[in-house]
Protein backbone atom coordinates (compact mmCIF):
# COMPACT_ATOMS: atom_id res chain seq x y z
CA UNK A 1 0.00 0.00 0.00
CA UNK A 2 1.27 3.54 -0.82
CA UNK A 3 1.51 5.70 2.29
CA UNK A 4 -1.14 8.52 2.63
CA UNK A 5 -1.75 11.30 4.76
CA UNK A 6 -4.05 13.55 6.04
CA UNK A 7 -2.20 17.10 6.18
CA UNK A 8 -4.67 19.77 6.55
CA UNK A 9 -8.20 20.82 7.41
CA UNK A 10 -10.35 23.68 6.96
CA UNK A 11 -14.00 24.07 7.71
CA UNK A 12 -16.63 27.13 8.56
CA UNK A 13 -18.04 28.62 11.84
CA UNK A 14 -21.16 26.13 11.68
CA UNK A 15 -24.26 28.20 11.95
CA UNK A 16 -27.85 27.31 12.08
CA UNK A 17 -28.47 29.80 8.73
CA UNK A 18 -26.02 30.94 6.21
CA UNK A 19 -27.83 33.18 4.17
CA UNK A 20 -25.45 35.47 3.59
CA UNK A 21 -23.67 33.67 1.05
CA UNK A 22 -24.14 30.77 -1.55
CA UNK A 23 -22.67 27.90 -1.90
CA UNK A 24 -19.55 28.84 -3.67
CA UNK A 25 -19.28 31.91 -1.25
CA UNK A 26 -19.30 29.54 1.78
CA UNK A 27 -16.99 27.30 0.17
CA UNK A 28 -14.02 29.21 -1.15
CA UNK A 29 -12.55 30.29 2.01
CA UNK A 30 -12.77 27.28 3.51
CA UNK A 31 -10.65 25.66 0.43
CA UNK A 32 -8.34 28.43 0.93
CA UNK A 33 -8.12 27.88 4.44
CA UNK A 34 -6.65 24.01 3.89
CA UNK A 35 -4.48 24.89 1.04
CA UNK A 36 -3.14 27.77 2.87
CA UNK A 37 -2.02 25.04 5.68
CA UNK A 38 -0.87 22.84 3.34
CA UNK A 39 1.44 24.98 2.22
CA UNK A 40 -0.05 24.69 -1.20
CA UNK A 41 -1.70 26.36 -3.94
CA UNK A 42 -4.28 25.20 -6.20
CA UNK A 43 -1.99 24.16 -9.32
CA UNK A 44 -0.50 21.52 -6.78
CA UNK A 45 -3.60 19.40 -6.60
CA UNK A 46 -4.06 16.44 -8.60
CA UNK A 47 -7.38 15.00 -7.82
CA UNK A 48 -10.37 16.71 -6.55
CA UNK A 49 -13.23 14.82 -4.79
CA UNK A 50 -16.60 16.45 -3.19
CA UNK A 51 -19.50 15.04 -1.62
CA UNK A 52 -22.64 16.36 -1.15
CA UNK A 53 -26.47 16.34 -1.70
CA UNK A 54 -28.75 17.57 -4.63
CA UNK A 55 -31.46 16.94 -2.09
CA UNK A 56 -30.01 19.23 0.25
CA UNK A 57 -29.73 22.26 -1.95
CA UNK A 58 -33.28 21.83 -3.58
CA UNK A 59 -30.94 21.66 -6.81
CA UNK A 60 -29.87 18.88 -9.52
CA UNK A 61 -26.51 18.77 -10.40
CA UNK A 62 -25.39 21.47 -7.50
CA UNK A 63 -22.31 20.14 -7.05
CA UNK A 64 -20.84 21.14 -10.74
CA UNK A 65 -21.36 24.92 -9.98
CA UNK A 66 -19.58 24.21 -6.46
CA UNK A 67 -16.62 22.81 -8.10
CA UNK A 68 -15.88 26.84 -9.25
CA UNK A 69 -14.58 27.34 -5.54
CA UNK A 70 -11.52 25.15 -6.41
CA UNK A 71 -11.17 26.96 -10.03
CA UNK A 72 -11.39 23.98 -12.47
CA UNK A 73 -9.36 25.32 -15.60
CA UNK A 74 -6.87 24.29 -16.71
CA UNK A 75 -9.04 21.25 -16.90
CA UNK A 76 -8.60 18.99 -13.57
CA UNK A 77 -9.12 15.64 -12.60
CA UNK A 78 -12.25 15.80 -10.45
CA UNK A 79 -14.73 13.04 -9.22
CA UNK A 80 -17.84 13.57 -6.98
CA UNK A 81 -19.97 11.48 -4.06
CA UNK A 82 -23.60 12.15 -3.53
CA UNK A 83 -22.03 10.77 0.30
CA UNK A 84 -20.65 12.50 2.85
CA UNK A 85 -17.12 13.64 2.29
CA UNK A 86 -15.95 10.76 4.00
CA UNK A 87 -16.30 8.66 1.56
CA UNK A 88 -14.77 11.25 -0.71
CA UNK A 89 -11.58 11.18 0.83
CA UNK A 90 -11.95 7.32 0.60
CA UNK A 91 -12.36 7.91 -3.20
CA UNK A 92 -8.97 10.17 -3.07
CA UNK A 93 -7.20 7.74 -1.16
CA UNK A 94 -8.30 4.88 -3.35
CA UNK A 95 -6.95 7.44 -6.41
CA UNK A 96 -3.61 7.97 -4.48
CA UNK A 97 -3.11 4.01 -4.29
CA UNK A 98 -3.54 3.90 -7.99
CA UNK A 99 -0.17 6.54 -8.53
CA UNK A 100 -1.89 8.58 -10.22
CA UNK A 101 -2.29 11.25 -7.53
CA UNK A 102 0.20 13.01 -5.34
CA UNK A 103 -2.25 15.72 -3.73
CA UNK A 104 -5.64 15.32 -3.42
CA UNK A 105 -8.12 17.65 -2.46
CA UNK A 106 -11.79 16.56 -0.57
CA UNK A 107 -14.18 19.22 0.47
CA UNK A 108 -17.82 18.69 1.67
CA UNK A 109 -20.93 21.02 2.18
CA UNK A 110 -24.24 20.79 3.29
CA UNK A 111 -26.57 23.37 3.95
CA UNK A 112 -30.09 22.15 6.25
CA UNK A 113 -31.60 25.65 6.50
CA UNK A 114 -32.79 25.86 2.87
CA UNK A 115 -35.33 23.35 3.24
CA UNK A 116 -37.33 21.37 5.88
CA UNK A 117 -34.55 18.92 6.82
CA UNK A 118 -36.88 16.40 8.69
CA UNK A 119 -38.57 15.83 5.59
CA UNK A 120 -35.93 16.10 3.05
CA UNK A 121 -33.91 13.37 4.93
CA UNK A 122 -37.19 10.95 4.55
CA UNK A 123 -36.37 10.44 0.91
CA UNK A 124 -33.50 8.72 1.83
CA UNK A 125 -35.77 5.78 2.72
CA UNK A 126 -37.41 3.31 0.29
CA UNK A 127 -39.83 4.76 -2.19
CA UNK A 128 -42.40 1.75 -1.84
CA UNK A 129 -42.92 1.10 2.00
CA UNK A 130 -41.12 3.87 4.14
CA UNK A 131 -40.85 7.30 2.08
CA UNK A 132 -44.76 7.45 1.70
CA UNK A 133 -44.88 7.73 5.07
CA UNK A 134 -42.81 10.55 5.85
CA UNK A 135 -40.44 8.80 8.23
CA UNK A 136 -37.89 11.33 9.50
CA UNK A 137 -34.70 10.81 10.61
CA UNK A 138 -35.48 12.35 14.35
CA UNK A 139 -38.44 9.66 14.55
CA UNK A 140 -36.34 6.88 13.03
CA UNK A 141 -33.50 7.80 15.79
CA UNK A 142 -36.47 7.72 18.55
CA UNK A 143 -36.87 3.83 17.62
CA UNK A 144 -33.44 3.04 17.64
CA UNK A 145 -32.83 5.01 20.86
CA UNK A 146 -35.97 3.29 22.42
CA UNK A 147 -34.63 -0.14 20.94
CA UNK A 148 -31.35 0.22 22.58
CA UNK A 149 -33.35 1.12 26.16
CA UNK A 150 -35.52 -1.64 26.39
CA UNK A 151 -32.67 -3.92 25.73
CA UNK A 152 -30.34 -2.75 28.73
CA UNK A 153 -27.93 -1.50 25.54
CA UNK A 154 -27.77 2.16 27.46
CA UNK A 155 -29.38 4.51 29.82
CA UNK A 156 -31.36 7.86 29.57
CA UNK A 157 -28.43 9.28 31.98
CA UNK A 158 -25.72 7.86 29.97
CA UNK A 159 -27.24 9.49 26.20
CA UNK A 160 -27.24 13.10 28.91
CA UNK A 161 -23.78 12.28 29.62
CA UNK A 162 -22.80 11.89 26.14
CA UNK A 163 -24.40 15.34 25.42
CA UNK A 164 -23.13 17.05 28.56
CA UNK A 165 -19.21 15.88 27.32
CA UNK A 166 -19.84 17.21 23.73
CA UNK A 167 -21.04 20.47 24.98
CA UNK A 168 -17.90 21.01 27.32
CA UNK A 169 -15.98 19.83 24.54
CA UNK A 170 -16.84 21.77 22.08
CA UNK A 171 -16.24 25.29 24.23
CA UNK A 172 -12.41 24.53 22.89
CA UNK A 173 -13.77 24.12 19.19
CA UNK A 174 -14.14 27.98 17.54
CA UNK A 175 -15.93 26.14 14.82
CA UNK A 176 -18.82 24.22 17.28
CA UNK A 177 -22.35 25.66 16.88
CA UNK A 178 -23.68 24.53 20.11
CA UNK A 179 -20.85 24.43 23.39
CA UNK A 180 -21.07 25.10 27.25
CA UNK A 181 -21.59 24.06 30.43
CA UNK A 182 -24.36 21.37 30.61
CA UNK A 183 -25.29 18.44 33.70
CA UNK A 184 -26.49 15.59 32.46
CA UNK A 185 -29.15 16.01 35.57
CA UNK A 186 -30.55 18.81 34.30
CA UNK A 187 -30.65 17.82 30.63
CA UNK A 188 -32.55 14.55 32.10
CA UNK A 189 -35.52 17.21 33.34
CA UNK A 190 -36.27 18.56 30.08
CA UNK A 191 -39.47 17.80 27.69
CA UNK A 192 -39.13 15.22 25.30
CA UNK A 193 -38.87 16.09 21.64
CA UNK A 194 -39.31 13.08 20.01
CA UNK A 195 -39.27 10.56 23.32
CA UNK A 196 -37.47 8.89 24.31
CA UNK A 197 -35.36 11.88 22.80
CA UNK A 198 -35.10 15.74 24.04
CA UNK A 199 -33.94 18.13 21.38
CA UNK A 200 -30.35 17.89 23.16
CA UNK A 201 -29.94 14.17 22.15
CA UNK A 202 -30.50 15.76 18.19
CA UNK A 203 -27.97 17.55 16.08
CA UNK A 204 -28.21 21.32 15.52
CA UNK A 205 -29.30 21.96 12.17
CA UNK A 206 -26.56 23.35 10.60
CA UNK A 207 -24.93 24.98 7.36
CA UNK A 208 -21.53 24.20 7.11
CA UNK A 209 -18.41 22.96 4.72
CA UNK A 210 -15.10 21.21 5.05
CA UNK A 211 -12.04 20.53 3.38
CA UNK A 212 -9.26 17.95 3.87
CA UNK A 213 -5.80 17.63 1.69
CA UNK A 214 -4.50 14.40 1.65
CA UNK A 215 -1.10 13.41 0.31
CA UNK A 216 1.52 10.79 -0.34
CA UNK A 217 4.39 9.16 0.97
CA UNK A 218 7.22 11.77 0.61
CA UNK A 219 4.89 14.60 -0.71
CA UNK A 220 3.31 14.60 2.95
CA UNK A 221 6.84 15.11 4.95
CA UNK A 222 7.40 17.89 2.62
CA UNK A 223 4.15 19.57 3.13
CA UNK A 224 3.68 19.13 6.94
CA UNK A 225 5.54 18.50 10.46
CA UNK A 226 3.34 15.82 11.08
CA UNK A 227 1.22 13.93 8.73
CA UNK A 228 -1.68 12.13 9.90
CA UNK A 229 -1.06 8.66 8.00
CA UNK A 230 -3.73 6.48 6.71
CA UNK A 231 -3.06 2.77 8.17
CA UNK A 232 -6.26 1.89 8.19
CA UNK A 233 -9.41 2.71 6.22
CA UNK A 234 -12.77 0.64 5.37
CA UNK A 235 -16.54 1.08 4.68
CA UNK A 236 -19.40 -1.13 5.05
CA UNK A 237 -22.90 -0.84 4.18
CA UNK A 238 -26.30 -2.93 5.78
CA UNK A 239 -29.62 -3.16 4.39
CA UNK A 240 -31.75 0.32 3.91
CA UNK A 241 -35.08 -1.79 5.43
CA UNK A 242 -35.10 -0.81 9.44
CA UNK A 243 -37.02 -4.21 9.73
CA UNK A 244 -33.74 -6.19 8.94
CA UNK A 245 -31.42 -5.08 11.49
CA UNK A 246 -30.53 -4.99 15.19
CA UNK A 247 -31.04 -1.12 15.52
CA UNK A 248 -29.04 -1.24 18.87
CA UNK A 249 -26.24 -2.23 17.67
CA UNK A 250 -23.59 -1.78 14.40
CA UNK A 251 -22.55 -4.68 12.55
CA UNK A 252 -21.13 -2.40 9.79
CA UNK A 253 -18.97 -0.34 11.93
CA UNK A 254 -18.01 -3.43 14.48
CA UNK A 255 -16.65 -4.94 10.61
CA UNK A 256 -15.17 -1.60 9.34
CA UNK A 257 -13.20 -1.45 12.89
CA UNK A 258 -11.65 -4.84 12.38
CA UNK A 259 -10.71 -4.23 8.82
CA UNK A 260 -9.66 -0.82 9.84
CA UNK A 261 -7.21 -2.55 12.65
CA UNK A 262 -8.70 -0.51 15.46
CA UNK A 263 -7.51 -2.67 18.36
CA UNK A 264 -4.31 -3.47 16.98
CA UNK A 265 -2.66 -0.75 18.61
CA UNK A 266 -5.68 0.92 20.19
CA UNK A 267 -6.25 4.45 19.79
CA UNK A 268 -5.83 7.35 21.76
CA UNK A 269 -8.61 9.93 20.23
CA UNK A 270 -11.78 9.17 18.49
CA UNK A 271 -13.80 11.34 16.29
CA UNK A 272 -17.43 9.16 16.50
CA UNK A 273 -20.04 10.47 13.78
CA UNK A 274 -22.94 9.95 15.61
CA UNK A 275 -25.70 12.85 14.93
CA UNK A 276 -27.76 11.58 18.33
CA UNK A 277 -26.34 10.85 21.70
CA UNK A 278 -27.36 7.64 22.28
CA UNK A 279 -26.21 6.64 18.53
CA UNK A 280 -22.29 7.54 20.32
CA UNK A 281 -23.11 4.66 22.49
CA UNK A 282 -23.38 2.45 19.94
CA UNK A 283 -20.34 3.19 18.51
CA UNK A 284 -18.02 3.34 20.96
CA UNK A 285 -19.19 -0.34 21.97
CA UNK A 286 -18.72 -1.21 18.12
CA UNK A 287 -15.41 0.45 17.73
CA UNK A 288 -14.53 -1.35 21.15
CA UNK A 289 -13.21 1.90 22.52
CA UNK A 290 -12.08 1.75 26.38
CA UNK A 291 -12.92 4.27 28.88
CA UNK A 292 -9.35 5.68 28.54
CA UNK A 293 -9.85 6.79 24.64
CA UNK A 294 -10.85 10.67 24.15
CA UNK A 295 -14.18 10.74 22.69
CA UNK A 296 -14.71 13.79 20.46
CA UNK A 297 -12.27 16.32 21.75
CA UNK A 298 -14.00 18.72 18.92
CA UNK A 299 -17.92 18.01 20.61
CA UNK A 300 -18.52 15.87 17.52
CA UNK A 301 -21.83 16.12 15.42
CA UNK A 302 -24.33 17.32 18.77
CA UNK A 303 -22.56 20.24 18.71
CA UNK A 304 -22.41 20.93 14.82
CA UNK A 305 -23.62 18.87 11.87
CA UNK A 306 -23.27 19.97 8.94
CA UNK A 307 -25.09 17.03 7.15
CA UNK A 308 -22.46 15.62 4.33
CA UNK A 309 -19.38 17.54 5.58
CA UNK A 310 -19.73 16.28 8.95
CA UNK A 311 -18.22 12.71 8.70
CA UNK A 312 -15.23 14.30 6.75
CA UNK A 313 -14.88 16.53 9.50
CA UNK A 314 -14.33 13.79 11.79
CA UNK A 315 -11.72 12.26 10.17
CA UNK A 316 -10.12 15.94 9.92
CA UNK A 317 -10.50 16.31 13.40
CA UNK A 318 -8.63 12.92 14.27
CA UNK A 319 -5.85 13.88 12.09
CA UNK A 320 -5.34 17.41 13.71
CA UNK A 321 -4.77 15.92 16.82
CA UNK A 322 -2.10 13.75 15.26
CA UNK A 323 -0.55 16.64 13.69
CA UNK A 324 -0.41 18.99 17.06
CA UNK A 325 1.15 16.20 18.76
CA UNK A 326 -1.57 15.43 21.33
CA UNK A 327 -2.01 12.06 19.78
CA UNK A 328 -0.51 9.53 18.14
CA UNK A 329 -2.83 7.15 17.37
CA UNK A 330 -5.86 8.48 16.37
CA UNK A 331 -9.56 6.62 14.48
CA UNK A 332 -11.88 8.98 12.62
CA UNK A 333 -15.76 7.57 11.86
CA UNK A 334 -18.40 8.81 9.55
CA UNK A 335 -21.74 7.24 9.03
CA UNK A 336 -24.81 7.85 6.35
CA UNK A 337 -28.14 6.73 6.34
CA UNK A 338 -30.64 6.25 8.29
CA UNK A 339 -30.12 4.84 11.98
CA UNK A 340 -26.76 4.33 11.43
CA UNK A 341 -27.23 2.37 8.19
CA UNK A 342 -23.32 2.85 6.73
CA UNK A 343 -20.29 3.52 8.26
CA UNK A 344 -16.34 4.36 7.75
CA UNK A 345 -13.69 3.95 10.07
CA UNK A 346 -10.48 5.66 9.29
CA UNK A 347 -7.49 5.02 11.52
CA UNK A 348 -4.58 7.27 11.33
CA UNK A 349 -1.34 7.29 12.91
CA UNK A 350 1.76 10.08 13.55
CA UNK A 351 5.73 9.35 13.09
CA UNK B 1 -33.26 -16.43 -13.86
CA UNK B 2 -35.79 -19.25 -13.27
CA UNK B 3 -39.49 -18.48 -13.44
CA UNK B 4 -40.90 -16.96 -9.79
CA UNK B 5 -43.68 -19.55 -8.21
CA UNK B 6 -45.63 -17.61 -5.96
CA UNK B 7 -47.45 -19.79 -2.97
CA UNK B 8 -50.87 -21.27 -3.56
CA UNK B 9 -52.56 -18.62 -1.65
CA UNK B 10 -51.48 -16.05 -3.64
CA UNK B 11 -53.21 -16.93 -6.20
CA UNK B 12 -56.30 -15.29 -6.85
CA UNK B 13 -54.57 -11.79 -6.28
CA UNK B 14 -54.32 -8.90 -8.68
CA UNK B 15 -50.11 -8.18 -9.12
CA UNK B 16 -49.42 -4.52 -8.17
CA UNK B 17 -48.27 -2.59 -11.56
CA UNK B 18 -46.97 0.31 -9.67
CA UNK B 19 -48.02 2.63 -7.06
CA UNK B 20 -47.94 6.56 -7.03
CA UNK B 21 -46.00 7.81 -4.01
CA UNK B 22 -46.56 11.82 -5.05
CA UNK B 23 -43.47 13.69 -2.94
CA UNK B 24 -43.39 17.65 -2.13
CA UNK B 25 -40.39 20.11 -0.68
CA UNK B 26 -40.23 23.41 -0.73
CA UNK B 27 -37.28 24.94 -0.11
CA UNK B 28 -35.65 29.01 0.78
CA UNK B 29 -33.61 29.51 -1.94
CA UNK B 30 -30.63 31.81 -1.35
CA UNK B 31 -29.12 33.84 -4.17
CA UNK B 32 -25.96 34.96 -1.64
CA UNK B 33 -23.94 37.92 -1.16
CA UNK B 34 -22.81 38.19 -4.97
CA UNK B 35 -25.93 37.38 -6.91
CA UNK B 36 -28.11 39.58 -4.13
CA UNK B 37 -25.17 42.60 -4.61
CA UNK B 38 -26.36 42.62 -8.40
CA UNK B 39 -30.30 42.47 -8.01
CA UNK B 40 -29.97 44.86 -5.73
CA UNK B 41 -28.17 46.78 -8.68
CA UNK B 42 -31.07 46.00 -11.09
CA UNK B 43 -33.23 47.46 -9.02
CA UNK B 44 -31.74 50.73 -8.98
CA UNK B 45 -31.72 50.44 -12.60
CA UNK B 46 -27.42 49.69 -12.49
CA UNK B 47 -25.96 46.55 -14.04
CA UNK B 48 -22.71 45.46 -11.52
CA UNK B 49 -20.64 43.01 -12.41
CA UNK B 50 -17.46 41.96 -10.57
CA UNK B 51 -13.97 41.69 -12.00
CA UNK B 52 -11.67 38.89 -11.07
CA UNK B 53 -8.46 39.51 -9.32
CA UNK B 54 -6.20 37.25 -11.12
CA UNK B 55 -7.52 36.86 -14.68
CA UNK B 56 -9.15 40.68 -14.61
CA UNK B 57 -12.06 38.79 -16.16
CA UNK B 58 -15.38 40.43 -15.57
CA UNK B 59 -18.85 38.36 -14.46
CA UNK B 60 -22.13 39.34 -14.95
CA UNK B 61 -24.39 38.48 -13.22
CA UNK B 62 -21.37 37.87 -10.64
CA UNK B 63 -21.50 34.64 -8.63
CA UNK B 64 -18.87 36.25 -6.01
CA UNK B 65 -16.31 33.73 -7.46
CA UNK B 66 -13.60 33.53 -10.71
CA UNK B 67 -14.89 30.08 -11.87
CA UNK B 68 -11.22 29.74 -13.67
CA UNK B 69 -9.23 30.86 -10.82
CA UNK B 70 -11.37 29.86 -7.57
CA UNK B 71 -11.16 33.34 -5.91
CA UNK B 72 -13.45 35.71 -4.93
CA UNK B 73 -14.18 38.70 -7.18
CA UNK B 74 -14.86 41.68 -4.87
CA UNK B 75 -13.78 44.37 -7.36
CA UNK B 76 -16.84 46.15 -8.39
CA UNK B 77 -17.62 47.32 -12.12
CA UNK B 78 -20.55 49.19 -13.29
CA UNK B 79 -21.54 48.57 -17.04
CA UNK B 80 -23.35 50.28 -19.66
CA UNK B 81 -26.10 49.13 -20.62
CA UNK B 82 -25.52 48.39 -24.36
CA UNK B 83 -23.54 45.32 -25.53
CA UNK B 84 -22.91 42.64 -28.52
CA UNK B 85 -25.31 39.35 -29.74
CA UNK B 86 -22.60 36.57 -29.28
CA UNK B 87 -25.29 33.99 -29.94
CA UNK B 88 -28.85 33.91 -30.55
CA UNK B 89 -31.98 31.50 -31.38
CA UNK B 90 -35.44 32.19 -33.11
CA UNK B 91 -38.43 30.56 -31.34
CA UNK B 92 -40.97 29.33 -33.38
CA UNK B 93 -42.05 26.46 -31.29
CA UNK B 94 -45.17 27.09 -28.53
CA UNK B 95 -44.70 25.52 -25.04
CA UNK B 96 -46.62 25.40 -21.58
CA UNK B 97 -46.44 28.31 -19.83
CA UNK B 98 -45.48 30.73 -23.12
CA UNK B 99 -45.88 34.44 -22.65
CA UNK B 100 -44.46 35.83 -25.40
CA UNK B 101 -45.66 36.35 -29.07
CA UNK B 102 -44.30 33.81 -31.95
CA UNK B 103 -41.64 34.57 -33.13
CA UNK B 104 -39.24 35.62 -30.59
CA UNK B 105 -35.44 35.75 -30.11
CA UNK B 106 -33.70 34.37 -27.46
CA UNK B 107 -29.90 36.02 -27.47
CA UNK B 108 -26.57 35.93 -25.20
CA UNK B 109 -25.75 39.16 -25.25
CA UNK B 110 -22.45 40.40 -24.23
CA UNK B 111 -22.20 44.00 -22.57
CA UNK B 112 -19.65 46.18 -22.87
CA UNK B 113 -16.62 45.94 -20.69
CA UNK B 114 -18.05 42.29 -19.31
CA UNK B 115 -16.29 38.70 -20.17
CA UNK B 116 -19.35 36.74 -20.33
CA UNK B 117 -22.59 37.35 -21.87
CA UNK B 118 -26.09 37.13 -20.02
CA UNK B 119 -29.77 36.02 -21.64
CA UNK B 120 -32.44 38.14 -22.55
CA UNK B 121 -34.98 38.90 -25.37
CA UNK B 122 -34.47 40.92 -28.49
CA UNK B 123 -37.78 42.82 -29.74
CA UNK B 124 -38.17 46.14 -31.83
CA UNK B 125 -36.76 44.29 -34.46
CA UNK B 126 -37.70 41.33 -37.71
CA UNK B 127 -36.60 38.06 -35.62
CA UNK B 128 -34.89 37.46 -38.99
CA UNK B 129 -32.27 40.41 -38.80
CA UNK B 130 -31.34 39.14 -35.49
CA UNK B 131 -27.42 38.35 -36.20
CA UNK B 132 -24.17 37.51 -34.87
CA UNK B 133 -22.21 41.07 -33.90
CA UNK B 134 -25.25 43.18 -33.63
CA UNK B 135 -25.25 46.07 -31.24
CA UNK B 136 -27.94 46.11 -29.16
CA UNK B 137 -28.87 48.75 -25.52
CA UNK B 138 -31.69 47.56 -22.87
CA UNK B 139 -34.85 48.70 -22.45
CA UNK B 140 -36.30 48.94 -18.79
CA UNK B 141 -39.75 48.69 -18.03
CA UNK B 142 -41.01 51.79 -16.17
CA UNK B 143 -39.19 53.47 -13.58
CA UNK B 144 -42.36 52.50 -10.84
CA UNK B 145 -42.22 48.72 -11.99
CA UNK B 146 -38.28 48.28 -11.59
CA UNK B 147 -37.44 45.51 -8.80
CA UNK B 148 -34.30 43.34 -8.22
CA UNK B 149 -35.27 41.07 -10.79
CA UNK B 150 -34.09 40.79 -14.57
CA UNK B 151 -37.79 41.17 -15.79
CA UNK B 152 -36.81 44.34 -14.80
CA UNK B 153 -35.16 44.68 -18.28
CA UNK B 154 -38.07 44.35 -20.74
CA UNK B 155 -35.91 43.24 -23.87
CA UNK B 156 -32.63 44.26 -25.44
CA UNK B 157 -33.18 46.18 -29.21
CA UNK B 158 -30.74 47.00 -31.90
CA UNK B 159 -28.81 50.44 -31.49
CA UNK B 160 -28.59 50.91 -35.06
CA UNK B 161 -24.66 50.81 -34.60
CA UNK B 162 -22.85 49.41 -37.14
CA UNK B 163 -22.18 45.49 -35.74
CA UNK B 164 -19.17 45.09 -33.44
CA UNK B 165 -16.16 43.37 -35.06
CA UNK B 166 -15.48 39.68 -34.51
CA UNK B 167 -12.43 39.86 -32.13
CA UNK B 168 -14.34 41.90 -29.26
CA UNK B 169 -16.92 38.64 -28.64
CA UNK B 170 -14.72 35.99 -30.93
CA UNK B 171 -14.45 34.03 -26.97
CA UNK B 172 -17.76 34.22 -25.94
CA UNK B 173 -19.38 32.56 -29.07
Not at chain 1, 22 to 50: G, Q, W
Not at chain 1, 82 to 100: C, F, I, N, R, T
Not at chain 1, 285 to 307: E, K, M, T
Amino acid sequence: MRDVAIISLGQTDHARERNDVNDVEMLMPVLADAMKAANITKDRVDFVCSGSSDYLAGQGFSFVTTLDAFGPWPPISESHVDMDGAWALYEAWVKMQSGHADISLIYAYGRSSPGDIRRVMSRQLDPYYTAPLWADPVSLAALQARAGLEAGSFTEEQMAEVVAASRRNAKANPHAQLSGDAEAKALLDEDYFVSPLHKHDCPPITDGAACVIIAAGDVARELSDRPAWIRGFDHRIEPNALGVRDLTTSVSTRQAADKAQVAAGGVDVAEIHAPFSHQELILRDALGLGDDVSINPSGGALAANPIMAAGLIRLGEAAARIGRGEADRALGHATSGVCLQQNLVCVLEGE
Amino acid sequence: MSEITLPARLDDLEMVKSIRTPARLEYDYMPGAAPSRFLQGVAQKRLLGQRCPVCRKVYVPARGCCPTDGVPTEEEVELPHVGTVTSFCVVNVQFYGQVMELPYVSALILLDGSDIPLMHLIQEVDAREVHMGQRVEAVWVPDDEIGPTLESIKYFRPTGEPDAAWDTYKDNV
